[in-house]
């Protein structure tokens, strides 16, 4: 079992914010000012950043304040590797400066960003297990309570193979990624998912994000379809995320208390402006 240490701590406008660190991994979980271990369990929302951002991106700060203060979760970041505080690696930076080559040529990126997201994801999903395992050894989180994930873009590409991985994981929202990658793993996973796609996303093709959606294999899944470009998510996407994930939390509660991981749901507050990697 790993050990979390927590290093910083700030409360404002109701909201706890510490920092933490797993195993050398940094991250940030937000929760209600007011709760303490001895309130009872809460459940968590787990978030993944975009590429280019960090786990202190406002648009994470965002959603994880909508979460707390609407609907009394706790809400956990990392920094993906390669990103925030983290060092990177001689692969990070040879993938990072070819991606800006293509851009600054106009020339397509996702070939690069689904190879190095996939690089990313092998290496992230193994920190979030561990960062879970962590995490629910708090009092105020607890094991066997209801766990969500919550991750666009770059957030995707690692929470697609996370939740197919992780049975505490009882529902997610995903968006905006190639279905190439990832199709295969989709098809594993059953619990219920919202999916957000730009109708006229510039990167990647509508009939990839499509197809990616219908490969989850969730009875329960949900298409928000927006007109717009990559980075022209409508804000109310934000108010709908808190939405559906608070309408779900008492079934999630009840099935994880049976012992059968199901439905927790999450709706998205701020959309983050983000590269596509």
Known sequence: MKTLQFTAETTSDGVRARDF?????????????????TAGPAPLVLMGHGGGTHKKAPA???????????????????????????????????????????????????????????????????????????????????????VGYFGLNMGTAIGVP???????????????????????????????????????????????????FDAFASKDKTLHANAGRHKEVPRFEADSAVRFFARHRRRGIRMCQRGRPRALRLRQPPLERERPA
């Open 21 to 37: 660190a797993v195993d050398g991994v940094p991250g940030v979980l937000w929760s209600p000012a007011s709760v303490t271990g």
């Open 60 to 146: 994470m700060s965002g959603r994880a304040h909508r979460l707390v203060t609407g609907c009394g979760f706790h809400v956990a970041v990392i920094d993906a590797p390669g990103h925030g505080g983290r060092p990177r690696t001689a692969h990070d930076e040879r993938e990072i400066a070819t991606m800006q080559r293509a851009m600054a040529a106009g020339e397509p990126v996702g070939p690069i960003v689904v190879r190095y997201n996939a690089h990313l994801a092998e290496r992230a999903v193994p920190e979030w297990l561990a960062v879970l395992d962590a995490l629910q050894e708090l009092p105020e989180i607890g094991p066997g309570g209801p």
């Open 162 to 212: 996370l939740t197919a991985a992780e049975p505490r994981i009882t529902a997610a929202v995903f968006g905006m990624f190639w279905h190439d990658p990832l199709a295969d793993t989709a098809r594993r996973i059953t619990v219920p998912v919202e999916y957000v796609l730009q109708w006229d996303d510039e990167h990647i093709p509508r009939s990839s994000g499509l197809a990616l």
